[in-house]
């Protein structure tokens, strides 16, 4: 299965300018065969998911892009979201008592919202996001390059926050992934794989 894991939509990413039909329509269009919406620091709040999901034929997984006293990091599985700015050690901490998993997203991005090199001194950090859709392909090969040379699971995504972006990165998976804990299970052992969208829709192409 192929899913964009870091997705944005406009009711709930001020900085974004995508309405979740939209982006779900996309998604079908390119051959994704799931998405995951992770707003900034909440959680996508829709009593319809299941209905879109079946209406696009897509399946829709919630997590959250929680930003740390570091940087953004994508967790799935968490239960609430932090009353304070934590450290993303914290982070990393509680989500592995939840048995979820994180995702350094776009670490190397000069906006002051990547972690950076503390991806190798984090213990418990499920995967590296080395393919960000709005990241230069200078700082996505200083994620690549630094989570290959430790050995951390890889990951990629789109971080779309309209239409046309989604899926330009995504994640594969050679499993059926039909629920949260199906994500979560394949993200912590490591068995997934960035891909890129070639242009033509259900082709993606492995970038490791």
Same mark, same amino acid.
């Given at each position: 299965?192929?899913?964009?894991?870091?997705?944005?939509?406009?009711?709930?990413?001020?900085?974004?300018?995508?309405?979740?039909?939209?982006?779900?329509?996309?998604?079908?269009?390119?051959?994704?065969?799931?998405?995951?919406?992770?707003?900034?620091?909440?959680?996508?709040?829709?009593?319809?998911?299941?209905?879109?999901?079946?209406?696009?034929?897509?399946?829709?997984?919630?997590?959250?892009?929680?930003?740390?006293?570091?940087?953004?990091?994508?967790?799935?599985?968490?239960?609430?979201?932090?009353?304070?700015?934590?450290?993303?050690?914290?982070?990393?901490?509680?989500?592995?008592?939840?048995?979820?998993?994180?995702?350094?997203?776009?670490?190397?991005?000069?906006?002051?919202?990547?972690?950076?090199?503390?991806?190798?001194?984090?213990?418990?950090?499920?995967?590296?996001?080395?393919?960000?859709?709005?990241?230069?392909?200078?700082?996505?090969?200083?994620?690549?390059?630094? /989570?290959? +040379?430790?050995?951390?699971?890889?990951?990629?995504?789109? &971080?779309?926050?309209? !239409?046309? @972006?989604? %899926?330009?990165? /995504?994640? +594969?998976?050679?499993?059926?992934?039909?629920?949260?804990? &199906?994500?979560?299970? !394949?993200? @912590?052992? %490591?068995?997934?794989?960035?891909?890129?969208?070639?242009?033509?829709?259900?082709?993606?192409?492995?970038?490791?």
């Amino acid at each position: 299965m192929i899913i964009d894991l870091h997705f944005h939509t406009d009711r709930f990413s001020p900085c974004s300018r995508m309405p979740l039909s939209e982006g779900l329509k996309r998604a079908k269009e390119i051959g994704l065969d799931g998405v995951c919406i992770t707003e900034h620091d909440q959680f996508h709040q829709n009593d319809n998911l299941q209905l879109l999901s079946d209406v696009y034929g897509i399946k829709i997984f919630v997590g959250t892009e929680i930003y740390t006293k570091e940087g953004d990091i994508l967790c799935f599985g968490l239960n609430t979201i932090p009353q304070d700015r934590i450290t993303a050690r914290e982070l990393v901490q509680r989500m592995e008592t939840l048995g979820g998993a994180t995702v350094a997203a776009h670490p190397f991005r000069d906006n002051f919202r990547g972690i950076g090199e503390l991806i190798v001194n984090l213990p418990g950090l499920t995967a590296v996001e080395a393919f960000n859709g709005n990241t230069s392909d200078e700082h996505n090969q200083m994620a690549l390059d630094l /989570a290959r +040379e430790k050995g951390i699971p890889l990951t990629g995504s789109s &971080d779309a926050h309209s !239409a046309e @972006r989604v %899926g330009i990165f /995504a994640t +594969e998976f050679p499993g059926v992934i039909e629920n949260m804990d &199906d994500l979560i299970r !394949a993200l @912590r052992s %490591g068995d997934c794989t960035p891909v890129r969208f070639t242009g033509e829709p259900g082709c993606f192409k492995s970038l490791v």
